[in-house]
C-alpha cells in the first residue's frame, strides 16, 4: 500500500507560477512511474507529467510541454511539478499518482494503482 499527499496549490495570476509536491510513503519513488494528473469541473482527468522509475526520462502532455517540469526527491520520497508560465486553463484539481508495476510511462489513469487527494490549482485571468 502507498498513500500519496499533495500540497502547494493555490490561487495565482496567469503567467505566474505554482510549485506542486507529492509525499509518498508506503513505498520507495525510485521503484515506480509517478505521475501528475488533473481534473477541471465538467472534465475528464488527464495526464499532465510522469517520470520513470530509473529517473532517466519524463514525458508531458503537449498543453504544458516547455512551461512544466516533473522532478523528484528519492532522499525524501517525494515528487515536484514545477509550473510556470500559468494559464486560465490550467486551472484544475492537480493529482499525484503511482503505477506500482509498470515498466513503461503510460498516459492512462486506469494504469495508475494509487491517488492522491488532490490540490486546487486556480489561476485568474
Known amino acids: 500500500q502507498v498513500q500519496l499527499v499533495e500540497s502547494g496549490g493555490g490561487l495565482v495570476q496567469a503567467g505566474g507560477s505554482l510549485r506542486l509536491s507529492c509525499a509518498a510513503s508506503?513505498?520507495?519513488?525510485?521503484?515506480?512511474?509517478m505521475g501528475w494528473f488533473r481534473q477541471a469541473p465538467g472534465k475528464k482527468r488527464e495526464f499532465v507529467a510522469a517520470i520513470h522509475w530509473s529517473g532517466a526520462t519524463t514525458h508531458y502532455a503537449d498543453s504544458v510541454k516547455g512551461r512544466f517540469t516533473m522532478s523528484r526527491d528519492t532522499a525524501k520520497n517525494t515528487v515536484s511539478l514545477q509550473m510556470n508560465s500559468l494559464k486560465p486553463e490550467d486551472t484544475a484539481v492537480y493529482y499525484c499518482a503511482v503505477d506500482l508495476d509498470g515498466d513503461y510511462i503510460s498516459v492512462q489513469t486506469a494504469d495508475f494503482d494509487s491517488w492522491g487527494q488532490g490540490t486546487q490549482v486556480t489561476v485568474s485571468s
Open positions: 508506503g513505498r520507495q519513488i525510485r521503484n515506480h512511474i
